[in-house]
């Protein structure tokens, strides 16, 4: 689906961020990009979704560009406008017609019907969340790049709206690229899990996930914790 | 009850002022020429009340004027400003020299030049160039202040300038907009005042035109009779805009929450 290969990328202010970042996610894997803050997991997603482009290095798509639904880290909402205005604003600016039937499918998608016309301070900070997920959905995407959706909300919330993620993942046959500092939220959640070493970011350890990760506490979950935690730990040796 | 006594204090206030200053002027037997007591300016403003609402509607006309003329020349040239860094650049520090120079340095040029047979025009023009700037500025950091992954968001979906500026950048700009236009509101009907004062006898017809010649004539009443009208106009352009604020606001910005 997406590949990054040799990718460079330096700030304007001289900060090195990536240097020789390459990785691959093919069509319909969920794939974390774990490393700890600042190692510049952030800016390869966004050189993934086209918004940044590297200095170095190449990002290829082996088919057509796919159709692209981005969730930043905070709801990123309008707030002057209601939840089915939000979540329809890529097929508006996409000049699609009949956008409400799909912006509407989609908020139902995420559990918010009925909150059609809520304006997003109405809204928790869950439900923010699945609006950004609907307003990503809304175009019918076919790669989700995530960027820490879900660091900022409390722990129940999270592991429901983790939950609603996978759903969808699996529904939509949709290919999904997770930037987390999450240990336990890669390990349940994604197939293979990328592992970043500090800045400048490169990737230290790409660690398949075996089946059988049914529910957060399963054993082959907590196995598939120590097996990143340990990659990640050498990682932040290196 | 708090609403109750927002509105009962200020005007109990000015009952007992009111009060105090009728008692003080007939007690010291003050001139009328010099202070006039309230029944004085009550009794002068029934005397004069067509000639001054005439006076009044003049000024208010070319408070309107400039007010819109500075909104929309003001919310032009930020968007302008917006869609290039070096129009910006080159443009904004002549917007500050136009703000920073006393209007009543200019005001003399700008009647010389438009000519005094379009005294309107002048006077609108000048309190237009007062009026401008604030709504500027509230635009300008408007404008800038969208939030930039909703930018981002946009571009990923292939959105034009145009698209953005209507569907992020305008809708985040338009509390900083209105916050700019309370001030313009007042500042427009200022200049107006100003522009009359500077265009002096025999050519203006507004309510500062009134001031001016009353002071001549020594009829302190009807001055103030005047200078409160302008107060009172001052107060209702305030909130007027105080109420479009809320208006548009009242569903999603923390301001107009607040009040509610």
């Given at each position: 689906?997406?590949?990054?290969?040799?990718?460079?990328?330096?700030?304007?202010?001289?900060?090195?961020?990536?240097?020789?970042?390459?990785?691959?996610?093919?069509?319909?894997?969920?794939?974390?990009?774990?490393?700890?803050?600042?190692?510049?997991?952030?800016?390869?997603?966004?050189?993934?979704?086209?918004?940044?482009?590297?200095?170095?290095?190449?990002?290829?798509?082996?088919?057509?560009?796919?159709?692209?639904?981005?969730?930043f880290?905070?709801?990123?909402?309008?707030?002057?406008?209601?939840?089915?205005t939000?979540?329809?604003?890529?097929?508006?600016?996409?000049?699609?017609?009949r956008?409400?039937?799909?912006?509407?499918?989609?908020?139902?998608?995420?559990?918010?019907e009925?909150?059609?016309?809520?304006?997003?301070r109405?809204?928790?900070?869950?439900?923010?969340?699945?609006?950004?997920?609907?307003?990503?959905?809304?175009?019918?995407?076919?790669?989700?790049?995530?960027?820490?959706?879900?660091?900022?909300?409390?722990?129940?919330?999270?592991?429901?709206?983790?939950?609603?993620?996978?759903?969808?993942?699996?529904?939509?046959?949709?290919?999904?690229?997770?930037?987390?500092?999450?240990?336990?939220?890669?390990?349940y959640?994604?197939?293979?899990?990328?592992?970043?070493?500090?800045?400048?970011?490169?990737?230290?350890?790409?660690?398949?996930?075996?089946?059988?990760?049914?529910?957060?506490?399963?054993?082959?979950?907590?196995?598939?914790?120590?097996?990143?935690?340990?990659?990640?730990?050498?990682?932040?040796?290196? | 009850?708090?609403?109750?006594?927002?509105f009962?204090?200020?005007?109990?206030?000015?009952?007992?002022v009111?009060?105090?200053?009728?008692?003080?002027?007939a007690?010291?037997?003050?001139?009328?020429?010099?202070?006039?007591?309230?029944?004085?300016?009550?009794r002068?403003?029934?005397?004069?009340?067509?000639?001054?609402?005439?006076?009044?509607?003049?000024?208010?006309?070319?408070?309107?004027?400039?007010?819109?003329?500075?909104?929309?020349?003001?919310?032009?040239?930020?968007?302008?400003?917006?869609?290039?860094?070096?129009?910006?650049?080159?443009?904004?520090p002549?917007?500050?020299?136009?703000?920073?120079?006393?209007?009543?340095?200019?005001?003399?040029?700008?009647?010389?030049?438009?000519?005094?047979?379009?005294?309107?025009?002048?006077?609108?023009?000048?309190?237009?160039?007062?009026?401008?700037?604030?709504?500027?500025?509230?635009?300008?950091?408007?404008?800038?202040?969208?939030?930039?992954?909703?930018?981002?968001?946009?571009?990923?979906?292939?959105a034009?300038?145009?698209q953005?500026?209507w569907?992020?950048?305008?809708?985040?700009?338009?509390?900083?907009?209105?916050?700019?236009?309370?001030?313009?509101?007042?500042?427009?009907?200022?200049?107006?005042?100003?522009?009359?004062?500077?265009?002096?006898?025999?050519?203006?017809?507004?309510?500062?035109w009134?001031?001016?010649?009353?002071?001549?004539?020594?009829?302190?009443?009807?001055?103030?009779?005047?200078?409160m009208?302008l107060?009172?106009?001052?107060?209702?352009?305030?909130?007027?805009?105080?109420?479009?604020?809320?208006?548009?606001?009242?569903?999603?910005?923390?301001?107009?929450?607040?009040?509610?």
């Open positions: 689906m997406i590949a990054l290969k040799g990718v460079g990328k330096r700030f304007a202010n001289g900060t090195q961020a990536l240097r020789d970042l390459s990785f691959t996610v093919g069509a319909g894997e969920f794939v974390s990009l774990l490393g700890p803050s600042g190692c510049g997991k952030s800016t390869a997603l966004r050189l993934a979704a086209g918004l940044l482009t590297p200095d170095t290095g190449e990002i290829a798509y082996p088919d057509d560009k796919p159709e692209i639904g981005f969730v880290q905070e709801p990123t909402l309008m707030p002057w406008a209601d939840a089915l939000n979540a329809r604003l890529p097929l508006d600016l996409k000049h699609v017609p956008a409400d039937a799909s912006a509407l499918a989609a908020l139902a998608r995420v559990g918010l009925g909150f059609e016309h809520a304006y997003p109405e809204l928790s900070g869950g439900m923010k969340m699945r609006v950004s997920i609907a307003r990503a959905l809304a175009a019918n995407p076919k790669l989700l790049l995530l960027d820490e959706p879900f660091a900022a909300l409390d722990e129940i919330t999270r592991n429901a709206l983790g939950d609603d993620l996978l759903r969808l993942w699996r529904e939509d046959g949709l290919t999904v690229l997770f930037v987390t500092h999450s240990v336990s939220e890669s390990s959640l994604s197939q293979r899990v990328l592992v970043m070493t500090p800045r400048p970011g490169r990737i230290a350890g790409d660690i398949a996930l075996p089946l059988g990760r049914d529910n957060r506490l399963s054993p082959s979950t907590i196995e598939a914790q120590r097996v990143i935690s340990e990659a990640l730990g050498e990682a932040m040796a290196a | 009850m708090k609403r109750l006594l927002d009962a204090l200020p005007v109990a206030v000015a009952a007992l009111l009060g105090l200053w009728e008692w003080a002027v007690h010291w037997q003050v001139p009328v020429y010099v202070l006039p007591a309230p029944s004085a300016i009550a002068a403003f029934a005397d004069n009340f067509t000639s001054l609402m005439t006076a009044l509607l003049s000024t208010l006309t070319v408070t309107m004027e400039s007010f819109v003329a500075a909104t929309i020349l003001g919310t032009a040239t930020a968007i302008a400003f917006s869609q290039s860094r070096l129009l910006e650049r080159t443009l904004y002549y917007a500050v020299i136009l703000q920073v120079t006393p209007v009543v340095a200019i005001a003399p040029l700008i009647l010389i030049w438009v000519g005094f047979d379009r005294i309107n025009l002048a006077l609108a023009i000048i309190a237009t160039i007062v009026a401008f700037f604030p709504i500027l500025a509230g635009a300008t950091l408007g404008l800038k202040s969208a939030d930039f992954n909703l930018i981002d968001l946009s571009r990923l979906y292939g034009s300038q145009l953005t500026l569907r992020i950048r305008l809708p985040t700009a338009l509390p900083y907009l209105l916050s700019g236009m309370k001030t313009a509101g007042g500042l427009a009907l200022i200049g107006a005042v100003v522009a009359e004062f500077v265009a002096g006898s025999g050519t203006a017809t507004g309510l500062a009134r001031i001016v010649e009353s002071g001549n004539r020594l009829e302190i009443a009807t001055l103030f009779a005047a200078l009208l107060a009172v106009t001052g107060v209702l352009i305030f909130a007027a805009l105080s109420l479009l604020e809320w208006l548009l606001l009242r569903r999603w910005h923390e301001s107009a929450i607040a009040q509610s």
